[in-house]
């Protein structure tokens, strides 16, 4: 389930386009009354339906995208509000990590708080609805209008990745994102530098943020949190990877599970953990070499290597180049 806050502003943009609403909402699974409150819970399903729909009936293949970037913060409700009281950028996106379930079921999220950069990344929890496209390009231009909105300064992120591919059709994500996007990732996901993150959010009060939080907690109540093996292994290994890839016994430790069952659990997920390392390691190294300065062996050992030479290695195998050509062709 999902409030049907977003819902009520997209039938608000059909309704003065001039579109009959009763069909439109039939056809996604959805009512009148479903949309008259922005506290109504809906079916998530339905939500990603409507919203498919509205882009293809106002023929505005950059829907979502204008519609993250049309709302203020404060229109997303008591999870805007908490991200309006945190202290500061990163704290903001702590909280809306740990709270999205109290206005959204259908989304998993993840915050990765790895040195240089950070990354809130967010898919659908259903894998059949992650091939749609304008609901994650909602949020992600909702995050970035966010962000500057908090701080009251050009809090940019570095990068905006999408799980969807690249459309055919001209969509301005340079204009509305301001950062280079990156599609056909296994995550959707906004990331920010440290030097962003340390933003104070101007106004916040933390009195006001504590009667919020404790809000949450009651709506949330002991239901434990969706378990994501795959995303609870790359955190683990992300906070502990500068001084080498965790070995693996310590890994399945940590998980409260022998070695064999997190092999095991791991292979019904179709991965391995070295595949997991080399993800991550792979998609740092990408982001150091086109988003920062950090000369080579910095970078061999933020990534928990003793140096270079089996970064430049490994680098070729993961791109057909060498690291200093693949940070050339991406400046």
């Not at 293809?56 to 404060?74: F, I, M, T």
């Not at 969706?226 to 990877?241: G, N």
């Not at 070695?259 to 991550?280: F, H, N, P, Q």
């Amino acid at each position: 389930m999902i409030e049907a806050r977003w819902a009520t502003y997209i039938a608000d943009d059909l309704r003065r386009a001039g579109h009959r609403l009763e069909g439109l909402l039939k056809e996604a699974g959805l009512s009148r009354a479903d949309v008259a409150s922005p506290e109504t819970r809906i079916s998530y399903a339905s939500y990603m339906r409507l919203i498919e729909q509205a882009a293809l009936l106002l023929a505005e293949p950059g829907y979502g995208l204008k519609l993250g970037a049309s709302h203020d913060v404060r229109d997303n409700g008591l999870l805007g509000f908490i991200a309006l009281n945190s202290p500061t950028l990163r704290d903001a996106l702590v909280n809306i990590e740990r709270y999205i379930r109290v206005t959204n079921e259908g989304t998993d999220a993840v915050l990765e708080l790895a040195g240089p950069v950070s990354a809130l990344r967010f898919r659908d929890a259903d894998p059949a609805l992650r091939r749609l496209r304008q609901n994650s390009e909602r949020v992600a231009a909702q995050f970035v209008k966010a962000a500057r909105e908090l701080t009251r300064a050009k809090a940019t992120p570095v990068r905006v990745e999408f799980i969807h591919a690249r459309p055919n059709q001209r969509i301005d994500y340079q204009g509305i994102l301001g950062c280079p996007v990156r599609f056909r990732a296994e995550w959707d996901a906004i990331i920010f530098s440290e030097e962003t993150l340390r933003l104070p959010v101007i106004g916040a009060d933390n009195r006001l943020l504590r009667t919020l939080e404790a809000a949450c907690r009651k709506i949330i109540g002991p239901q434990p949190r969706k378990d994501d093996l795959i995303h609870s292994v790359r955190e683990y290994i992300v906070q502990r990877l500068a001084k080498g890839a965790p070995a693996f016994d310590d890994v399945a430790a940590q998980f409260n599970m022998s070695s064999k069952t997190l092999e095991r659990r791991l292979a019904e997920r179709k991965a391995s953990y070295r595949e997991v390392v080399d993800g991550i390691r792979r998609d740092l190294a990408k982001h150091y070499l086109a988003n920062t300065d950090l000369r080579l062996h910095q970078i061999a050992y933020a990534l928990g290597y003793s140096e270079p030479g089996p970064l430049v290695r490994a680098f070729k195998r993961w791109t057909a180049s060498t690291p200093m050509q693949y940070r050339h062709k991406y400046r």
